[in-house]
């Protein structure tokens, strides 16, 4: 059975840090790319930053480059989300996919689905 689990969102002061994590079982994992995406209330689920299977070519949003920080260790089967500088406007629900694609930028190009956990920064 194939899962994806996040852990690591909560209520945190903008300006603060908060570390994702997502852990990957049942399938292999070495080769699909990964990305993080992120689902505020009444707008569409968008893509956050995402990485390759085996190069760990990393691709960021223009809205977290520079605070956001995406990492993955094949032997452990998990991906890292280091999110620095957290604004209000970062709140949403944050998943992670895994693609067969080169890039898990966009909801199209994801297979598999993890259930969401919550980043809430306040002002």
């Known amino acids: 059975e194939v899962q994806l689990v996040e852990s690591g969102g909560g209520l945190v002061q903008a300006g603060g840090s908060l570390r994702l994590s997502c852990a990957a079982s049942?399938?292999?994992?070495?080769?699909?790319?990964i990305g993080w995406f992120r689902q505020a209330p009444g707008k569409e689920r968008e893509g956050v930053s995402c990485?390759?299977?085996?190069?760990?070519?990393?691709y960021y949003a223009d809205s977290v480059k520079g605070r956001f920080t995406i990492s993955r260790d094949n032997a452990k089967n998990t991906v890292n989300l280091q999110m620095n500088s957290l604004k209000p406007d970062d709140t949403a629900v944050y998943y992670c996919?895994?693609?067969?694609?080169?890039?898990?930028?966009?909801?199209?190009?994801?297979?598999?689905w993890g259930q969401g956990t919550q980043v809430t920064v306040s002002s």
């Open positions: 990485i390759s299977s085996s190069d760990g070519i990393t």
């Open positions: 049942g399938f292999t994992f070495d080769d699909y790319a």
């Open positions: 996919a895994a693609g067969s694609y080169f890039f898990v930028d966009k909801v199209s190009n994801a297979d598999y």
